[in-house]
């Protein structure tokens, strides 16, 4: 495990990006933009919001300045004021917590006060995944009207338990990325939900009516896309694609632009054989190729949200994503047609350890929670 930086709460490091921007030849049909027509990469500043956190899953904003942090093992949410956190609701009874499955991803409406969390549950047939609505009181201080949104996802031991939320800006779609629970047949069983990324009413729970098998009177009418290992990240870009981020195995953590009712390639059969391709092309049908893939060694790619405001220069329109393993912020450009252009990885974000989610807030800035399992914390990335 890295050690973290010993700092102050209000520590900020600012320094110039290193200079890791490295370009990738893009496609003939979408021939990159001059990088000197592009502005400069700004320095960042990062501060600390809040520390004493515990394997901190997911944060998001809520309303006046609040944010909201999920802790996997502690199954707890807490809010996040002025620096100070405070427990919002400590949800041990209901959250099931074994190995990477426990309390995981939010979603958050701040104007309806409405928050959803994707989290492992107890059942009389064993443990699953499943998503949880709340509404959330005018001082955002208890939750009341709990619904089960959405349930059955496959769980095991708790491996491959990854679940990642994500509220589509337009319209009253919530997208949800699963985990193979580390069963071979999941990823492209469509009517198992797990190996997925589902798309689901945010109210009703019911499936959304343009799914690509929305007419099945089974599972698979929530299926979005299929054939994942284990998602990790979901982000919606400016021209309202989504895209996933996905852990690999030995090899090939992945970035995908997601197409409707595509086949992201990932059949660990027989058994579960993790010496097959993360996007296997023998398989029937089409497979759609990752946008981007660690190749090997895997750096273990988690939480990512795009990046905007012209504050940020040349890093303006990539994709933030973080990396557990890899200990690391990388920012992705990616032409229009999900081709690509560069990666870049600044030094001043290599050393806080694991690094879980990244949240983009409203004025530009990114958040991002660390994963080292003891003294955790939201950090805040600006640009100077």
């Keep these: 495990m890295v050690r973290l930086l010993a700092s102050s709460l209000a520590l900020a490091i600012t320094l110039a990006l290193a200079p890791l921007d490295t370009p990738v030849a893009p496609a003939a049909s979408a021939p990159s933009p001059s990088a000197s027509h592009r502005p400069a990469a700004p320095a960042l500043k990062v501060r600390t919001v809040v520390r004493g956190l515990q394997n901190p899953w997911d944060v998001q904003q809520g309303a006046g300045g609040r944010l909201l942090v999920s802790e996997r093992d502690r199954a707890r949410i807490s809010v996040v004021r002025n620096g100070k956190r405070r427990?919002?609701?400590?949800?041990?009874?209901?959250?099931?917590?074994s190995g990477e499955t426990g309390l995981l991803s939010l979603?958050?409406?701040?104007?309806?006060?409405?928050?959803?969390?994707?989290?492992?549950?107890?059942?009389?047939?064993?443990?699953?995944?499943?998503?949880?609505?709340?509404r959330v009181d005018r001082r955002w201080r208890t939750l009341s009207h709990r619904k089960v949104l959405l349930s059955g996802f496959p769980a095991t031991s708790?491996?491959?338990?990854?679940?990642?939320l994500l509220l589509e800006r337009e319209g009253d779609a919530l997208l949800v990325g699963t985990g193979d629970a580390a069963v071979g047949t999941n990823p492209r069983d469509l009517d198992?939900?797990?190996?997925?990324?589902?798309?689901?009413?945010?109210?009703?729970?019911?499936?959304?009516?343009?799914n690509p098998f929305a007419g099945s009177t089974t599972a698979r009418r929530f299926v979005w896309t299929y054939g994942h290992r284990n998602v990790q990240g979901l982000a919606q870009r400016a021209d309202g694609s989504v895209w996933s981020v996905e852990h690999g195995s030995d090899r090939d953590d992945e970035v995908n632009l997601l197409v409707p009712g595509g086949d992201y390639g990932w059949n660990p059969v027989p058994g579960y054989d993790e010496s097959v391709p993360m996007t296997d092309h023998s398989l029937p049908g089409v497979q759609q190729e990752a946008a981007w893939s660690s190749g090997a060694p895997t750096i273990a790619t988690s939480g990512a949200a795009w990046v905007r405001g012209e504050q940020w220069g040349s890093l303006d329109g990539t994709l933030a994503v973080a990396a557990l393993k890899g200990s690391e912020v990388m920012f992705l450009r990616f032409d229009d047609q999900g081709g690509l252009l560069s990666v870049t990885r600044p030094k001043v974000l290599q050393r806080f350890g694991r690094l879980r989610s990244v949240t983009s807030t409203r004025n530009g800035d990114l958040l991002v929670t660390t994963d080292n399992g003891a003294g955790d914390r939201v950090l805040r990335i600006s640009p100077r």
Excluded: F, I, Y
């Design 107 to 134: 979603a958050v409406d701040a104007g309806s006060r409405t928050l959803w969390a994707c989290h492992g549950a107890r059942t009389s047939n064993g443990p699953e995944v499943r998503v949880t609505r709340w």
């Design 87 to 97: 427990t919002l609701a400590r949800l041990g009874r209901l959250v099931w917590v």
């Design 192 to 210: 198992s939900l797990g190996g997925k990324v589902l798309r689901v009413h945010r109210r009703t729970g019911g499936p959304m009516p343009d």
């Design 158 to 164: 708790g491996r491959h338990g990854g679940c990642r």
